[in-house]
């Protein structure tokens, strides 16, 4: 694995003690996961224990300890998106990937993961789209929402979304 990439997140936070959090954010942004080579490097570069390093990237639920695909689907099952669908678009995400929950598509396109809330629940049922690269969308950011959905509007999104691949 090419580590070149981090030299400047060690640069800027070499003094900046606290600092795992962000530099486990920009490891992940620059290489959209943190594999156990990539975990132990920044060990060895900030002179932190690699148990807490591994501590970190497996307590918080916004680090991926395996690849994704270039779209990364998160699906919200809060309590309004359950109540208004959210188990029927998930079962047409599914279908239509034709993956489970956490894989990756054939073609490296998608991976969906449900999770407990999006916040945004006057949008219910939602999902949140973002590059798992990091590389911003045509709309100028790597995050974009979609509400009001149905099974069928969920797919709809997801093929608009392979077309422009």
């Known amino acids: 694995m090419d580590f070149s990439l981090m030299k400047p ?30 975990q132990s490097h920044i060990s060895e570069q900030t002179g932190i224990p690699p148990a807490k390093v591994m501590g970190a990237a497996t307590f918080y639920a916004q680090f991926r300890l395996k690849p994704v695909g270039k779209n990364l689907i998160l699906l919200c099952q809060g309590t309004a998106c359950h109540v208004n669908g959210s188990a029927e678009i998930e079962l047409a995400i599914a279908d239509y990937l034709g993956v489970a929950e956490g894989e990756i598509t054939e073609d490296g396109l998608f991976t969906y993961n449900n999770v407990a809330c999006l916040g945004c629940c006057s949008l219910s049922p939602a999902m949140m789209i973002t590059s798992a690269s990091g590389a911003t969308s045509a709309n100028g950011g790597n995050n974009r929402v979609y509400g009001k959905l149905t099974g069928k509007s969920a797919v709809e999104v997801l093929k608009g979304l392979a077309e422009e691949k």
């Open 9 to 38: 997140v060690f640069e800027k936070y070499k003094d900046e003690p606290g600092s795992l959090i962000a530099i486990l954010q920009q490891a992940q942004e620059l290489y959209g996961w943190l594999p156990t080579e990539l």
